[in-house]
């Protein structure tokens, strides 16, 4: 490798002990016997005898998640009487590979006795006694049809150590249900050992109500080979080429094992598979590049899983978002290439505007990933940032979601669950009353609640929607505007990333091919039209995947928005008729679009200023729309007033709008009077 690595200064502690891994040929049940966790089984039997609340603390990779369930169906009983054992993960893809690995370690079909539930699918039946699900999708269980949650005899709450939004949720919602159903039990997961605090929410001082006293705290031995672990000696100008570079570099001059790459966004992961096609045009020794990341179509995702480095086969090449950091195992890891860096929703509640912005993991995220390199053999884990970074400017944690995301879709799915008042509602952490203000006033603007904050009809059928308040409204309006389809279409592109791949490279054809297509597509006022311009011609055309990369669409969003739209009009026919308007030869088509988003996203607003600049209508912040936006790239005058779906922080500091259009101002007047008169 390259000389500019350097090993990281270690005390003796730093080593992680050394025992044993699971060869993936071993017959199943040996596998199981093998984990961590299985010494622990009885134990866990036991204090869940005796104690209504369980942590448990283990690596990940111990087997948490595949063995404790089963565990306490086969052995423990608590499937009896109909009951069911629920788990619940952070992430789609995790809640859907585990059903498939659990039902397989049983012998048994997915969606019988084991199952999954996850948004717009579901794998279960009466008969499941083990189901995974999403957070999200327990909430919303306990929304629109079991408040407490009465099917379940063990909540198993996953990867809580994330602090995701709906986690802290449904740990809030488990703590006011344990009042009511003293035959409860939970189960909280954790790959770090901030136990004691999941333990003191739920049986500290102030509840007096744990019918059996206490809970317990249990913790799993990790099983890891060495790491060795090699720093940057400066920092990488472009991560992404130096993260293929590394790679490729790994795979033409180190021993066997897969390459795992922690990269920021399913953007980034995008580029640097087409880089690393590219260079490995050059080099002919095989390969196989796999994205991970959650927006990818569920069929993609799991291809992770089909192939095992174990067995004599070419290298992999995994490119994956934090999704690969302790929610997903994937499988046959000897080496790490972290990036230091990971996307998340930031809020600013002064500014009104959430951000994803890129920036430094924690530490403690940095050393979860490291490990994924340990779980076969001796590993290797290169780090694109320097150690001194590191120390300076990382955080020992990451802030959990609740303290820094918008909390409307979180209130509304509170006020669903009958929470009248959010401040009395028991979390882990209390988000600030500017973030709280902030999302009952988007609340109120949108009509979901009324001057009490109580839930207006139209909040409730909001809530029933599995995505932000918005969109959901957005989608109501398009209704009685006769363009529901083609505003399905807006809101699934919105859920998805660039339809649009713009090439990295610099040769003029490509740019000017990439030009042509996407002028041919665009429509004038921005970009939420041109989404549904890119979905009816691919869907006309049944574009395959080659037609998709000649015309520089993104096939892997288009697959997922396409996916997500059909999902979407399943819940938007429940409240009237989904009609499609089709092609009107005026611009009237273009018109209804954008209104409905208009009266989704109102209060994402900004006007254009005598500078020739947009500033945003609420707060007067300085806001460009990108340059990948086609309002940006083909928008032939500026309009006064437009619309945008979210802010990002751009390369050059400024504020980035994506999802942009031109709108006209009489519309806000008419979709939302009470929030602009
Ligand atoms: P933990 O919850 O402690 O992180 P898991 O129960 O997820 O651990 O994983 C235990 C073992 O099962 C790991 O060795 C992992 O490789 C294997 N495993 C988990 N999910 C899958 C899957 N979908 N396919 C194959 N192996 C899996």
């Given at each position: 490798m390259a000389g500019f690595w350097k090993p990281e200064t270690r005390n003796e502690d730093d080593f992680w002990p050394s025992v044993f891994a699971a060869?993936?040929?071993?017959?199943l049940v040996q596998q199981r016997m093998i984990l961590p966790i299985y010494k622990h089984k009885r134990q866990i039997l036991y204090a869940l005898e005796h104690y209504s609340v369980l942590v448990i603390v283990g690596e990940?990779?111990?087997?948490k998640s595949t063995q404790i369930p089963q565990y306490l169906v086969e052995?423990?009983?608590?499937?009896?009487?109909?009951f069911q054992v629920v788990v619940t993960q952070p992430r789609r893809i995790a809640a859907v590979s585990l059903a498939q690995r659990v039902a397989q370690e049983s012998g048994t079909q997915i969606g019988g006795r084991v199952g999954y539930s996850v948004r717009f699918d579901d794998k279960s039946?009466?008969?499941?006694?083990i189901k995974y699900v999403t957070d999200g999708l327990l909430l919303r269980e306990a929304t629109l049809s079991d408040p407490l949650l009465s099917k379940y005899s063990v909540v198993m709450v996953d990867?809580?150590?994330?602090?995701?939004l709906n986690s802290d949720a449904v740990l809030g919602l488990l703590k006011k249900i344990r009042r009511v159903r003293k035959n409860l039990r939970l189960i909280v997961c954790s790959?770090?050992?901030?136990a004691q605090v999941f333990l003191n929410f739920f049986?500290?001082?102030?509840?007096?109500?744990?019918p059996l006293g206490t809970g317990t705290i249990i913790s799993v031995d990790g099983r890891h080979y060495p790491v060795d672990i090699l720093y940057m000696e400066k920092p990488a100008q472009d991560y992404i080429s130096s993260m293929v570079e590394t790679a490729l570099s790994i795979h033409r001059s180190e021993g066997p094992g897969d390459i795992l790459c922690f990269l920021p966004s399913g953007e980034d992961i995008d580029r640097a598979i087409r880089l690393a096609e590219e260079r490995l045009r050059e080099n002919s020794i095989p390969v196989v590049l796999l994205p991970l990341y959650g927006t990818l179509p569920l069929h993609m995702q799991t291809r992770i899983f089909q192939?095992?480095?174990?067995?004599?086969?070419t290298r992999r090449i995994v490119f994956a978002t934090?999704?690969?950091?302790?929610?997903?195992?994937?499988?046959?890891?000897s080496f790490v290439i972290d990036s230091g860096l990971v996307k998340l929703p930031y809020f600013d509640p002064r500014t009104g505007l959430e951000r994803l912005i890129v920036g430094p993991i924690s530490q403690a995220s940095a050393r979860q990933r490291a490990g994924r390199a340990g779980r076969l053999s001796a590993g290797k884990c290169f780090r694109l940032f320097t150690e001194d970074f590191m120390v300076k400017?990382?955080?020992?944690q990451t802030p959990p979601e609740i303290l820094r995301t918008n909390l409307a879709s979180f209130i509304l799915t509170l006020k669903a669950l009958g929470v009248e008042n959010i401040l009395a509602f028991d979390l882990m952490d209390v988000p600030s009353v500017d973030a709280l203000s902030h999302g009952l006033e988007l609340l109120f603007a949108l009509g979901a609640i009324d001057k009490q904050t109580n839930l207006t009809k139209l909040g409730i059928d909001l809530s029933?929607?599995?995505?932000e308040p918005p969109v959901s409204k957005m989608l109501l309006e398009s209704l009685s505007a006769g363009c529901s389809w083609e505003v399905l279409g807006v809101a699934a592109a919105l859920q998805v990333r660039d339809l649009f791949h713009k090439p990295r490279s610099r040769r003029q054809q490509q740019l000017l091919d990439y030009e042509a297509s996407v002028a041919s597509l665009a429509?004038?006022?921005?970009d939420h039209v041109t989404y549904t311009n890119v979905l009816a011609e691919a869907e006309d055309r049944s574009l395959d995947e080659d037609e998709c990369k000649e015309k520089y669409i993104n096939y892997i969003a288009l697959k997922r928005a396409l996916e997500v739209r059909n999902q979407l009009a399943g819940f938007l026919r429940q409240f009237g008729k989904v009609e499609a308007m089709g092609i009107?030869?005026?611009d009237s088509r273009s018109k209804a679009i954008r209104r409905c988003v208009t009266a989704g996203f109102f209060f994402n607003v900004a006007k254009l200023s005598n500078d020739g600049r947009y500033y945003t209508l609420r707060k007067n912040i300085l806001v460009v729309p990108a340059s990948t936006s086609i309002y940006a790239s083909h928008a032939p005058v500026s309009s006064e007033y437009i619309v945008y779906g979210e802010t990002m922080d751009g390369p050059r500091g400024g504020i980035e709008l994506r999802a942009v259009s031109a709108i006209e101002a009489s519309w806000l007047r008419e979709v939302a009077p009470h929030y602009w008169e």
């Open positions: 060869p993936s040929r071993m017959p990940t990779g111990s087997g052995s423990g009983g608590w499937a009896a009487n109909n039946s009466p008969y499941t006694q990867e809580a150590h994330e602090r995701s790959a770090t050992i901030d049986v500290g001082n102030k509840d007096g109500g744990d192939a095992d480095s174990n067995d004599e086969k934090n999704i690969a950091e302790t929610s997903v195992t994937v499988p046959g890891i400017n990382m955080k020992v029933k929607f599995p995505i429509d004038p006022s921005g009107t030869g005026d």
